[in-house]
């Protein structure tokens, strides 16, 4: 039995800033931990982000989840072959649990790759990663002043690329967009994100409009799942929009209809439902010819950071951006020493970051508080 045990907690790790947008405000780490350990002494970490607001997970069913599949996972899954089959046979379990099972998985990724002494990446025939990963810049929905004053730490730093949280009051946004400008920020190099704000399209396009900021895309302006308001929406301010709660699952792009065309999709694994259904959307995704962006729940540690790379290195050219890799830049501390984030430019480098070839190749010093 190569799993002989999983430990699930909840983590919480405290923020050195609220970060507020539409749907919450947060200054804690909402996320579900698991330690998978092996009778040789090997462990495996990972994490998911449950949230009520995308998934409808909360901290205390992901743990009841994970601890009744524990023991079948004990007896079913022994390497990749057999946790994709399990995969596979849960399918339902996991459309209802996914930041759960992430967390899971990860777990399980890892400890497999380090008891193989190699990558995720070689442990799913995948190539190892290299070259450098550059991030977007994404600023929460906050006051004037912190607003700004994020921006200039952002720019000073050499991001090129921003992600703005919307409040819909008209007010608060338009000073957003004047600090954007007043910095020389382009429009096309800002996505805009809503989080489900406006009820419909007419209402979003009236909104938006009176902002006279051409974001480069749109992202979630209308309850999630309104694909033909979306389309309109897109036709009528002519651009891009960006699928997050709206997108849940690979089986949803049959749903899409013409809306296929000219949306962006926000992978995120903890709303996935792990890397394997992951890079299971990835190809459904390129035989459509729909770009992505590698996204992040706020709050998510090295271990997610880590485990999106593998994704983000598979998507080649469809990734348009890619969000997180925040590490103690927003956590007062991290699970991983070092951290796995972004430097100047917000770029994270492989060859600086300090992992090793096995699992996920993180110095794990932090994990089981709850």
Partial sequence: MVIDRLAVSALRIPFRMTFRHASAARDTTQTIWVQACSDDGTSGHGEGC?????????????????????????????????????????????????????????????????????????????????????????????????????????????????????????????????????????????????????????????ALESLDFPFAALEEPLPAGDYLGLLQLCRRLRTRVILDESLLRAAQLDELGALGATCIVNLRLSKMGGLLRSLELLAALRDRGIPVIIGAHVGESSVLTRAALTVASAAGDLLLAQEGAFGTHLLQHDVADPPLMFGPGGVVSIRSAGLSRAGWGLHIVHGTQS
Avoid: M
């Fill in 50 to 206: 449950p949230r009520e607001y995308v998934t409808g997970e909360d901290l205390a069913g992901a743990q009841r989840f994970l601890e009744g599949c524990a023991g079948d996972l004990r007896r079913s899954v022994s390497d990749v072959q057999t946790l994709r089959a399990w995969v596979a046979a849960h399918a339902a379990e996991i459309d209802r649990n996914p930041a759960a099972w992430t967390a899971a998985e990860s777990a399980v990724l890892d400890l497999l790759g380090r008891r193989a002494g190699c990558s995720v990446e070689a442990l799913l025939g995948l190539p190892e990663l290299q070259g450098e990963f550059r991030y977007t810049a994404v600023i929460g929905d906050s006051g004037r002043e912190a607003f700004a004053a994020q921006l200039k730490q952002y720019l000073k730093a050499g991001f090129g690329s921003f992600k703005i949280k919307l409040s819909g009051d008209a007010d608060r946004d338009r000073e957003k967009i004047t600090a954007l400008a007043a910095a020389g920020v382009a429009a096309s190099n800002v996505r805009a994100d809503a989080n489900n704000l406006w009820p419909d399209a007419d209402s979003a396009a009236a």
